[in-house]
């Protein structure tokens, strides 16, 4: 009898536990939303456009900055086929719709940065936004259904997705408008940097090999610290410009992802379904 209370007891301490990681995270998202609203609207900055990186190539203005969008559309391409070939080995069945989503905007970031990059502009650069915060909102969906609950990662995926696209939205209109607010877009692209290592690190993942998250999201990162050095990195090298390494850079964790696709395995965690 004292056994089965001893079990029962840890399981409501562990219920407990998961329960207050979650209303950790619920908070985080609401203080992030609240500090947004404090800040001054913020316009698009005209000199954003100004890549350091202006060689013409084969006829191609920006050469660089748009061909190394190349892998891109390869990772999101591969992860598609390794989607949609068989279930993924290296993934959750259930979390098929978002891993598909997550690497179809990597495919249309491609296209999209290639399209922006062509013509750099505040008109053009909403079709590079547009598939980051599909892949943005994918990707943090996919997290949470391998890590706490794949039955709320999927009831988040569309809602989640529609915040993505509308904080894009939202500030081509109100651009157009000459009162340009990228707040929202901020948030939607900084947020899941905040969210996901506190996820990876509070939540035991149904999936073995967590390290691949992990490169993903350094990849990441160094890739914004790449396009910050644009200049410096283009001045240090003399051969390619940090943007250029930045497309490269988070391409780069794109291959990872797919990479952790076939080499992953679900272990002994029990997944909250």
């Given at each position: 009898?004292?056994?089965?209370?001893?079990?029962?007891?840890?399981?409501?301490?562990?219920?407990?536990?998961?329960?207050?990681?979650?209303?950790?995270?619920?908070?985080?998202?609401?203080?992030?939303?609240?500090?947004?609203?404090?800040?001054?609207?913020?316009?698009?900055?005209?000199?954003?456009?100004?890549?350091?990186?202006?060689?013409?190539?084969?006829?191609?203005?920006?050469?660089?900055?748009?061909?190394?969008?190349?892998?891109?559309?390869?990772?999101?391409?591969?992860?598609?086929?390794?989607?949609?070939?068989?279930?993924?080995?290296?993934?959750?069945?259930?979390?098929?719709?978002?891993?598909?989503?997550?690497?179809?905007?990597?495919l249309?970031?491609?296209?999209?940065?290639?399209?922006?990059?062509?013509?750099?502009s505040?008109?053009?650069?909403?079709?590079?936004?547009?598939?980051?915060?599909?892949?943005?909102?994918?990707?943090?969906?996919v997290?949470?259904?391998?890590?706490?609950?794949?039955?709320?990662?999927?009831?988040?995926?569309?809602?989640?997705?529609?915040?993505?696209?509308?904080?894009?939205?939202?500030?081509?209109?109100?651009?157009?408008?000459?009162?340009?607010?990228?707040?929202?877009?901020?948030?939607?692209?900084?947020?899941?940097?905040?969210?996901?290592?506190?996820?990876?690190?509070?939540?035991?993942s149904?999936?073995?090999?967590?390290?691949?998250?992990?490169?993903?999201?350094?990849?990441?990162?160094?890739?914004?610290?790449?396009?910050?050095?644009?200049?410096?990195?283009?001045?240090?090298?003399?051969?390619?410009?940090?943007?250029?390494?930045?497309?490269?850079?988070?391409?780069?964790?794109?291959?990872?992802?797919?990479?952790?696709?076939?080499?992953?395995r679900?272990?002994?965690?029990?997944?909250?379904?």
């Amino acid at each position: 009898m004292m056994r089965v209370e001893s079990a029962t007891s840890r399981t409501t301490h562990a219920v407990r536990r998961q329960k207050a990681k979650a209303i950790l995270l619920v908070g985080v998202v609401l203080m992030g939303i609240i500090a947004m609203l404090f800040f001054p609207r913020v316009p698009q900055d005209p000199s954003y456009h100004d890549f350091i990186d202006q060689r013409r190539l084969f006829g191609i203005p920006n050469f660089w900055n748009v061909v190394t969008n190349l892998p891109f559309i390869i990772a999101g391409a591969m992860g598609l086929y390794v989607c949609n070939a068989s279930v993924p080995r290296g993934g959750i069945p259930e979390l098929g719709s978002g891993y598909r989503v997550c690497f179809l905007g990597i495919l249309l970031v491609g296209f999209g940065s290639a399209y922006y990059h062509y013509n750099p502009s505040t008109q053009t650069l909403v079709w590079d936004r547009l598939p980051m915060t599909i892949t943005f909102m994918a990707f943090l969906c996919v997290i949470v259904g391998e890590n706490i609950s794949v039955r709320t990662a999927n009831r988040l995926l569309v809602p989640a997705l529609m915040v993505g696209l509308g904080a894009v939205i939202y500030w081509h209109i109100t651009e157009a408008r000459g009162v340009g607010d990228l707040r929202p877009y901020g948030l939607v692209q900084f947020l899941p940097l905040v969210l996901i290592p506190l996820i990876l690190a509070m939540f035991q993942s149904k999936l073995s090999k967590s390290g691949y998250i992990w490169v993903v999201l350094g990849a990441y990162v160094a890739s914004k610290i790449a396009e910050h050095y644009d200049a410096a990195v283009f001045h240090t090298s003399g051969v390619i410009s940090g943007h250029s390494v930045k497309h490269l850079l988070a391409s780069l964790g794109a291959l990872v992802m797919v990479l952790a696709l076939t080499r992953r395995r679900e272990h002994g965690v029990i997944a909250v379904r």
